[in-house]
C-alpha cells in the first residue's frame, strides 16, 4: 500500500507525492531521517511540489538552509510539432516530418537557453526541418540550420551573440 509524502508548508500539511518503492516517506517532523538513496542518477524527480518554502535539508551531517523559497527545476517541457512554429527555450520539439517544417529560434533568448528537437516520424531526409535563426547565430554562421537526417535528435544551447546557437 503507497503512502503519501506530505511536507508542512508552516500553514497546513500539503500532500507532495507518494512513498517511493523503497519505503521512503516523510516523517512527522517533515525530515527525511537515515534514508539511502541509491541508483545510477541519484535523483527524485516529480515530488509534486515545486517549490520549498523555510525548509532545511542535512546533506552527509552538514546543515543545508534554504530560505524563503528554492525552485526545484522541473526540467524541459515535450511538444508534439506538425506545423511551422516559433520554438521557446526549454522544450524538446517532436517534429512530425511528414511534410517539410520551419521551426523559428527565439527572437530574445538568454545565456544558457536549452532546445531539443527530435524527428519524430524518421523521414527528416526527405522532409526536411529548417531551424530558421531568427537573426541570430548558428555554431557562429549568419544562416539557417536544415536537418536532413532521418531519425535525427540535436540541441540548441544559446552562448551570447558572438556565436549564438551552439549545436551539439
Given amino acids: 500500500?503507497?503512502?503519501?509524502?506530505?511536507?508542512?508548508?508552516?500553514?497546513?500539511?500539503?500532500?507532495?507525492?507518494?512513498?517511493?518503492?523503497?519505503?521512503?516517506?516523510?516523517?512527522?517532523?517533515?525530515?527525511?531521517?537515515?534514508?539511502?538513496?541509491?541508483?545510477?542518477?541519484?535523483?527524485?524527480?516529480?515530488?509534486?511540489?515545486?517549490?520549498?518554502?523555510?525548509?532545511?535539508?542535512?546533506?552527509?551531517?552538514?546543515?543545508?538552509?534554504?530560505?524563503?523559497?528554492?525552485?526545484?527545476?522541473?526540467?524541459?517541457?515535450?511538444?508534439?510539432?506538425?506545423s511551422n512554429i516559433t520554438m521557446a527555450a526549454n522544450y524538446n520539439y517532436f517534429v512530425d516530418t511528414t511534410a517539410a517544417r520551419t521551426l523559428t529560434l527565439p527572437a530574445s533568448p538568454s545565456l544558457g537557453d536549452i532546445i531539443s528537437i527530435h524527428d519524430a516520424s524518421g523521414t527528416a531526409a526527405t522532409y526536411n526541418i529548417t531551424v530558421s535563426r531568427n537573426s541570430l547565430k548558428i555554431n557562429g554562421s549568419n544562416e539557417d540550420l536544415i536537418v536532413d537526417v532521418n531519425g535525427a535528435a540535436l540541441t540548441l544551447i544559446y552562448t551570447g551573440s558572438t556565436y549564438g546557437w551552439t549545436v551539439r
Avoid: C, F, H
Avoid at 523555510?54 to 546543515?63: E, H, K, L, P, W
Avoid at 530560505?67 to 515535450?78: D, H
Fill in 1 to 82: 500500500m503507497a503512502k503519501i509524502i506530505r511536507v508542512w508548508d508552516g500553514t497546513e500539511w500539503q500532500n507532495v507525492g507518494v512513498a517511493l518503492p523503497n519505503a521512503l516517506t516523510i516523517d512527522g517532523t517533515q525530515t527525511l531521517t537515515n534514508k539511502t538513496i541509491s541508483g545510477s542518477s541519484n535523483t527524485i524527480s516529480n515530488i509534486g511540489n515545486s517549490s520549498l518554502t523555510n525548509s532545511s535539508i542535512t546533506i552527509n551531517g552538514s546543515a543545508v538552509s534554504l530560505g524563503g523559497s528554492v525552485s526545484i527545476p522541473t526540467g524541459p517541457t515535450a511538444q508534439a510539432v506538425s
